[in-house]
């Protein structure tokens, strides 16, 4: 059953990420996505109820590591939906009142599940039979999610809480950075007449900006990461849009965490060869 929950997985991330090279607006990415996502998750549902789960332990990871990395996309993308297209037309001061008023929301959510959050951050397990197993659910234990209820063969009483609580940590990073971005240049579209235009993938791009981030080799390493990601944008003229978020798939990747940086020095080797011939 893992390899089948890995195929569902690789195939939303490979769409997903299709979806996101395509720089469409935030609010249309969003809906895109939230499409694929429910499809994924219907595809999880109908395995679920097909072949069930060998063992609880099984089931617990199931509900508590695989299904909340995907459902907690659902949340991302449908709040981004929301929150972008409510977004105010207004200053940059404005903006930025806007964004950290939903960085409040997502803080309180944190607040008032600070017991589960801990466990969650913790990577606790003593309770996981209790939380994460369809038979223990207990509406003492969690009234977080309705559907939880209503939905008995595909939800556990503290599988919509993780969900949220990734969903929500994502959401703050990119509330940051528009918050950065609004802040490095008052809310006006970066633009510089380099004469160069950045014509790979995006998130190639953003996989060279923290090697060189990484690296040091900017400013003797006195230098953060929107900094670097900032002259990115103006030498390359693009914008780079959420690179923190684009960073965790970057770290997520099963195959190969270096994927452009790995092309960059096979096609340098290549090019030594044919000037030495």
């Given amino acids: 059953m893992k390899k089948k929950y890995a195929i569902v997985i690789a195939t939303l991330e490979k769409d997903l990420k299709n979806i996101q090279s395509k720089n469409y607006e935030i609010v249309t990415t969003s809906e895109e996505c939230v499409h694929l996502i429910r499809n994924s998750l219907s595809e999880f549902r109908n395995l679920i109820i097909s072949n069930g789960f060998n063992s609880e332990e099984d089931e617990i990871d199931f509900f508590k590591n695989i299904k909340p990395k995907v459902v907690s996309k659902l949340i991302y993308y449908g709040k981004l939906f929301q929150i972008e297209s409510k977004r105010p037309k207004g200053s940059a001061k404005t903006q930025k009142k806007y964004f950290e008023n939903q960085i409040s929301k997502?803080?309180?959510?944190?607040?008032?599940?600070?017991?589960?959050?801990?466990?969650?951050?913790?990577?606790?397990?003593?309770?996981?039979?209790?939380?994460?197993?369809?038979?223990?659910?207990?509406?003492?234990?969690?009234?977080?999610?309705?559907?939880?209820?209503?939905?008995?063969?595909?939800?556990?009483?503290?599988?919509?809480?993780?969900?949220?609580?990734?969903?929500?940590?994502?959401?703050?990073?990119?509330?940051?950075?528009?918050?950065?971005?609004?802040?490095?240049?008052?809310?006006?579209?970066?633009?510089?007449?380099?004469?160069?235009?950045?014509?790979?993938?995006?998130?190639?791009?953003?996989?060279?900006?923290?090697?060189?981030?990484?690296?040091?080799?900017?400013?003797?390493?006195?230098?953060?990461?929107?900094?670097?990601?900032?002259?990115?944008?103006?030498?390359?003229?693009?914008?780079?849009?959420?690179?923190?978020?684009a960073f965790l798939e970057i770290k997520a990747r099963k195959l190969n965490n270096t994927k452009f940086i790995d092309t960059l020095k096979s096609n340098l080797l290549r090019r030594i060869e044919k000037s030495d011939k």
């Fill in 106 to 245: 997502c803080q309180e959510y944190f607040n008032e599940n600070h017991l589960f959050y801990l466990y969650f951050k913790g990577g606790e397990t003593y309770s996981d039979e209790q939380y994460f197993l369809r038979n223990n659910k207990n509406i003492r234990t969690q009234f977080d999610c309705s559907g939880s209820f209503i939905d008995e063969f595909f939800s556990t009483s503290l599988d919509s809480t993780y969900s949220k609580f990734i969903a929500y940590e994502m959401l703050i990073q990119y509330f940051h950075f528009e918050i950065d971005k609004l802040s490095s240049n008052n809310g006006i579209s970066l633009s510089l007449n380099s004469g160069l235009t950045w014509t790979g993938r995006k998130i190639s791009l953003i996989e060279l900006t923290y090697a060189l981030d990484g690296l040091g080799v900017i400013n003797n390493g006195n230098v953060d990461i929107k900094e670097i990601a900032k002259g990115m944008e103006l030498l390359f003229n693009i914008d780079l849009g959420d690179y923190y978020r």
